[in-house]
């Protein structure tokens, strides 16, 4: 997930290699090496494409940069008027890198071990280009989709092409397995979110299931409670993943009947390590480990997590499951 090499040294040498983020993404020697890096390091059971979110805006059109120790920030729209400049076509020109590294780590990745593609949602993907970047109260999306639905609805519009689109052409470069991040999906009101998040989900998960009907599609709301409820009651994808607020015991009951369930362990767990860690752990493999379950952390890897707790952590899940 978003940050996840950071916590390596092998991550940030790779990473001093490259002028800017992007430049990073779009080296295929280098986002190939950092997809690699943990599967080198860990028993992991997949790798997740080294990339981030953003790349979908950029390809679009709109002009979007790192700046180091604030984070991404975009030119930001605030009509649909501005979207007649966005294209699909020249995205998946420009996202071109992209590909060509799925097609290199699919030819070297070993079978057992699944390479995972992954888009950001079309509600997350527009709130950073509405806001211009991060955001604490998503003020802008929120009075944009709230106040002019029918407008906003473009935007959406376009990013469930643009995002169907993206993915497909990972899946054609060999990506085995989709995830599709809704980060701030729990910034929505309940009925927003099945209007700006379920729904355009479900639209991009239905358009996969022809285009590329044997990849699974992992779906990741993050943060929005009782709402994954109307995730699984709804079937879309083949998977759920869940963030750390989640009771487990709860996610087996109303989840797991219906979906694969994925997560959920608090990220800071990987921090504090030692028994707290194994207390956490065995609290979810207890609720869940026996049915269907991808084991994962609730959000991503942080900064500081010592890499030794990570290897602590996958030799746990592999005697404990
Ligand atoms: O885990 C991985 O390294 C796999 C690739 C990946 C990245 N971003 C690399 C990245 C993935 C799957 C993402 C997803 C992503 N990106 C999300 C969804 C997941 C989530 O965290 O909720 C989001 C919201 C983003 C947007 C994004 N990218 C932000 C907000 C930032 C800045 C973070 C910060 O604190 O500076 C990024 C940058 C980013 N994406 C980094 C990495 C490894 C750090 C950049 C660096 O190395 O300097």
């Known amino acids: 997930m978003r940050q996840a090499g950071r916590y390596l040294p092998e991550y940030r040498a790779l990473r001093a290699q490259a002028k800017g983020f992007f430049d990073f993404c779009f080296s295929p020697d280098l986002a190939f090496e950092a997809t690699l890096q943990p599967v080198r390091r860990y028993d992991l059971d997949a790798a997740i494409l080294f990339s981030d979110i953003l790349v979908v805006p950029y390809g679009l059109g709109q002009k979007v940069w790192f700046e180091e120790g604030v984070g991404p920030l975009l030119e930001p729209i605030a009509d649909a008027d501005e979207l007649k400049r966005f294209e699909i076509k020249r995205m998946i020109d420009r996202l071109q890198p992209v590909y060509e590294t799925v097609k290199r780590l699919k030819a070297a990745m070993p079978p057992e071990i699944s390479l995972i593609g992954f888009a950001g949602a079309p509600w997350t993907l527009a709130s950073y280009m509405v806001e211009g970047g991060s955001s604490r109260d998503y003020a802008k999306a ?44 729990g910034a929505l009101d309940h009925a927003a979110m099945r209007q700006w998040s379920l729904e355009p989900i479900g639209r991009i998960v239905a358009r996969l299931k022809q285009s590329a009907p044997d990849v699974p599609v992992i ?13 699984a009651e709804a079937g879309i994808g083949h998977a759920i993943g869940i963030d750390q607020g989640i009771d487990p015991a709860w996610a087996r009951d109303v989840l797991q009947r219906k979906t694969t369930v994925q997560g959920n362990l608090d990220p800071r767990w990987l921090v504090v390590g030692g028994a707290g860690m194994r207390d956490a ?6 609720a869940l480990g026996a049915g269907p379950l991808v084991f994962n952390l609730g959000h991503g890897v942080v900064p500081e997590t010592p890499p030794e707790h990570v290897a602590e952590l996958v030799s746990l899940i592999r005697t404990e499951r």
Do not use: C, M, N
């Not at 002019?148 to 052409?169: G, Y």
């Not at 779906?219 to 995730?231: A, T």
């Open 142 to 185: 929120k009075l944009w989709a709230y106040g002019r639905p029918e407008s906003f609805r473009k935007l959406i519009d376009l990013l469930v092409d643009a995002v169907t689109a993206h993915l497909e052409a990972q899946v054609k470069a060999g990506a085995e397995v989709l995830q599709i991040f809704d980060s701030w999906a």
């Open 219 to 231: 779906v990741f709301p993050r943060g929005i409670g009782p709402g994954y409820r109307d995730f």
């Open 281 to 286: 752990v065995l609290r979810i493999l207890d």
